[in-house]
């Protein structure tokens, strides 16, 4: 029992073929420009000659009630008087006119709006008010709105010019799409002496509607689109933007400048676009967990789109520097360390192939100085052995230009090798004229040129952090066997409790007793009131014990004399208690509630810290790092957003300096990675799962060889008068629990129906092995061998979903014979992007076809769909696949039919009562 592919499915493609929602904005058939003018040097003559001037295959009906006509073409008073339907307004018209305008667009079905004007939320109150207006009508007819506040769209692949902008960029790959008008227009007066072309130039204006996540969907499903560019000063809505780019990095680069890492810079920047800029450095995490490739200088937002359609990525930072001089070759290697790649060593094979044609008096070393005298042959025999060289992940070739050198003949020389590579050949080809035949000769061949060699190395820098954060998305996490024994109950329990007695603060024994919920480890801690209680609980314990202050009110204990450590004796216990009462009354009267009494645990180890807090626009951000009582003055922490794997896990510890100690040092071992992992994941699933946390800290996190111990605890809550549904979302949807099912087979066996996940690929691919050729042919309308279902680059768009934007559920059991987990049937729905439609598809094992469970995967999959707000579902299905349809007219779909006689497929439809 099976349908064909949905729309992602990576080997049947069918997004391209589809009408998508924003075509009404960059291809539409006609369009109505309310606010044309013949006025010279006005925005609405200027919209209206770019409109005209450009033929986009489309009608242009200008908009104006004052005028008969405008640059002789018929105007009409309003939209309501159009003789046609069209698909895009551009409306240039005063702030207050626009809802109005907006609502009759709305009335006449059209379904796309471009909003040139400003004078809304950047200017305070009143602006807000007016979107807010803007936005209820837009809704009534499901338009999609780009502004307001911005310069229009241009299309040229199709001829669409809807801007002001002075000229119409020319035709190329890559789509620009910026928040600043003027920065747009600037680079398209570059672009012309550059020769640089677009398959989209469009100025997204403060977001009203479209944002960051609806453009790159729409230009990821674009066949003329190559690379994604985005100028960005806010970032809007962070779960929108994180999983469109999440989706379309893997096969198309999303390269990003973002303005405001500054203070100042992001103060401007809010006030520019009237939103908040947001943490910086919480930015650069996201980018990084979504695979976008963030750059600081403009001219690198160009430079890497060619050199990623030239070049492959490397697959890590080792880099081979060949030069005819010793200075660019150091200042190459500098931009090189710097930014954190590394210099490849050469092997001895690699040194003795150099010696067999170099001079004597070569570097031997890396960066290969193949001397100044170096003729075109002794490049390209050089550049031959490096990159034979398995221990380099790319090349950079430098030429400087001396009185022995032939720039272009070199070149000539090289050109061939740009292509065939499993590596990426960059050079940088120094000096004036004397270089450009040869760079352009370079260029045409398909090896990207750079003017000098520590530009090169940034970018190559640029390339291999590419490489490295889309490998950390899609790799194979591990799945830990009590991955899901979570007490979400207990901790929700503790949680509440605090709340309800009015409390933002748990003290340091409930904030462990949360930690041990979720299989966090924690030392033994007790609560005493009295010195006697205290004694009695360090006895049982064993001496030596550590006495902390419990309080309900104070947040550092430190700070108050608040910690006794070592204590051997009954005595010390006793007078423990009392130094601390009196240290915390001294400064906090009335803030004694106890203390705790916990064994003295040997610090041999590590002491680390895992913590999280609120960001404004990306909920919940991940912390971890070196810890104990100086964290905040070594600062060496990396962040990550929630929920975590085990691969994330790990790739969040490589980016701090205390990673290395952890592998072992000065005669320690290494600490279990095993186990932290598994905290971080398990601490990333407490922070997602309970919004009402606002901060929490374990610091420190004792780790070693043998054991990991969280020995202190710090949880700070939302009030009680704080409404958790507004507070910000997690910015990466969690794996969706509510999901979760068992149900019986007509067998009688008991499978579990859950939300697939990453960890499922081994899984998934045993499945793949037991289809029959058959049920193969009823799922993908064509064979497909097992060799390209099971392949891991398929598998990653199977498993690693967005719950955004699709769901998969597996029905799971435990094979009685070998213990082993086994899928016996996957189902997937797909939201269609800017819909409230979906498409669905399903696939059960032969063995598992017959007991009723294609049916309750269908069903339960479209109660998903219900769920998730779907109106209507469909699939494709092949019309010999009777078994398919009758399961699916059971639970309320109806077949549609082609018209066509030998149309082999038919629709199943289903939409909401």
Known sequence: MSTPPVSNDPSHDLVFSRRQPLDAIFAPKSVALIGASEQPGSVGRTLLWNLISNPFGGTVYPVNPKRASTLGIRAYPSVTELPEAVDLALIATPAKTVPGIVRQCVDQGIKGAVIISAGFKEIGASGVALEQEILAEARRGAMRIIGPNCLGVMRPTNGLNATFAGAMAEKGNVAFVSQSGALLTSILDWSFRENVGFSAFVSIGSMLDVGWGDMITYLGNDPQTKSILLYMESVGNARSFLSAAREVALHKPIIVIKAGRTQAAAAAAASHTGSLAGSDAVLSTAFRRTGVIRVDEISDLFYMAETLAKQPRPQGPRLTILTNAGGPGVLATDALVSGGGELSVLSEETKAAFSTFLPASWSHGNPVDIIGDADPERYEQSLKVAADDPDSDGLLVVLSPQAMTDATKTARQLAPYAQGNNKPILASWMGGEEVVTGERILNQAGIPTFGYPDTAARLFNYMWRYTYNLRAIYETPVLHEDELGLDIDGAAQIIDHARSAGRTLLTEAESK??????????????????????????DD???????????????????????????????????????????VEAHHEGAFDGVTVQPMVSLTGYELILGSSLDPQFGPVLLFGSGGTLVEVYKDSALGLPPLNSTLAHRMMEQTKIYEALHGIRGRGPVDFETLERTMVRFSELVVDHRAIKEIDINPLLVSEDRILALDARVVLHGPDVDLKTLPKVAIRPYPRRYMRDWTMENGETVSIRPIRPEDEPLVVAFHQKLSEESVYLRYASVLKLDQRVAHERLTRICFIDYDREMALVAERENTETGISEILGISRIIRINGTDAGEFAMLVRDDAQGLGLGTELLRQIVEVGKDEGLQRITADVLAINQPMQKVAQRLGFHVVRSDELDDPMVKLVWTRG
């Open 513 to 538: 007793a949360l930690l041990a919920s979720y299989g966090v480890p924690t030392v033994e801690t007790r609560i005493a009131t009295t010195p006697d209680e205290a004694v009695s609980h360090a």
């Open 541 to 583: 314990i064993g001496y030596p014990v550590v006495v902390k202050l419990h309080s309900f009110t104070v947040t550092h204990k430190v700070d108050v004399g608040g910690v006794k450590l070592n204590l051997k004796d009954a005595d010390a216990v006793r007078a423990a208690f009392e130094a601390v009462k009196q240290g």
